[in-house]
């Protein structure tokens, strides 16, 4: 079961995190033995599934990530399809390697109701040398409707 960081002393040093492929890294949040990001509490989702190329976070919106008009704010399908597409690629990270990512783009297509399980699901189109490109969507759980797509380039850069 993942768990989360709570504090910066959870995380992985980059000198431990460099030992591990990004495939490696994210298997090892998912079955729990490395914590996931703090901003996966923050936000209210947690790593679900990890394949090679594949990414599914599962989460809900609760009333702390919405804009002033009560709806659900666009940072958080933002965030939501930046960490699935981004892990998605970091599936195919070598060892002594990292990634960042260099630009995202996300269509909203839907609003979310507030307490709603969805699955935003990051796919990898492209992993070469030095960047790696993904596609993602968020769906309900309950509904398998569409709420919304991105599109992500991340750097892959080599440290060790």
Not at 75 to 87: F, K, N, P, V
Not at 89 to 100: D, F, I, K, L
Not at 128 to 157: F, H, N, P
């Amino acid at each position: 079961m993942p768990r989360i960081a709570e504090t910066p002393e959870d995380l992985l040093s980059q000198s431990e995190a460099l030992k591990l492929s990004g495939l490696e890294f994210m298997q090892k949040i998912l079955d729990g033995t490395n914590p996931g990001p703090p901003i996966a509490a923050t936000m209210g989702y947690i790593l679900r599934e990890v394949a090679e190329g594949r990414a599914v976070f599962r989460g809900a919106p609760s009333f702390s990530v919405t804009n002033p008009m009560g709806t659900v704010h666009g940072g958080w399908y933002g965030t939501l399809l930046d960490s699935a597409m981004a892990c998605a690629v970091m599936t195919h990270v070598p060892r002594g390697s990292v990634y960042t990512t260099l630009e995202y783009k996300i269509n909203i297509l839907r609003g979310i109701p507030l307490g709603m399980e969805i699955d935003c699901i990051g796919t990898t189109t492209h992993a070469g040398r030095s960047t790696g490109v993904a596609t993602g969507e968020i769906r309900g759980v309950a509904d398998g409707k569409l709420y919304a797509t991105g599109s992500t380039t991340c750097l892959i850069m080599k440290i060790a």
